[in-house]
């Protein structure tokens, strides 16, 4: 018959698995920023897309310029947005890990270890294209050398 382990190991486990736990809730806050920004971006868009139809000139010509850079942020803040979200669900998958290991006789040594690179490597990748979107995103804000003269 199979024991039951010991509750010393189970609260070990849990005290390996808070920094996965750290490292996912500000994954969480990283979630929330970028969708705040995928929705202001939308936003924007929606708004040029009505005002695209009735534009002439240099006034259409500027409308065509900021939604072709809001296209670009969207599809970097999805990028982003998908790495962040992949990186939770392995840091998830982690603490998991941490606990069958833990509660069974399985060497998941190897698989923890992996996992938790990928998921580090993805969150990376997430914060990357943040820094790029923010990056893209200031050049609509600088100021027209056309309204400068």
């Known amino acids: 018959m199979p024991t039951l382990p010991a509750v010393s190991s189970i609260a070990q486990s849990i005290q390996l698995s808070l920094s996965p736990i750290f490292m996912l809730a500000g994954i969480c806050a990283l979630l929330n920023v970028l969708a705040g920004r995928l929705s202001r971006v ?3 868009t929606r708004a ?3 005002l695209y139809p009735g534009s002439t000139g240099l006034e259409h010509d500027r409308h065509v310029w900021e939604l072709r850079l809001l296209d670009r942020r969207i599809t970097i ?4 947005l998908f790495l962040a ?3 939770a669900v392995a840091t998830c998958l982690v603490v998991a ?7 069974t006789s399985l060497h998941v040594g190897p698989a923890v270890a992996v996992t938790f690179i990928l998921a580090m490597m993805m969150l990376t990748i997430a914060l990357t294209s943040f820094m790029i979107e923010v990056r893209v995103s200031l050049r609509a804000i600088h100021v027209r050398a056309d309204l400068l003269r």
């Open 42 to 44: 939308i936003d924007r």
């Open 77 to 80: 803040i999805n990028l982003a």
């Open 85 to 87: 979200v992949a990186s």
């Open 48 to 50: 040029l897309e009505t």
């Open 97 to 103: 890990l941490l606990f069958v290991g833990s509660l």
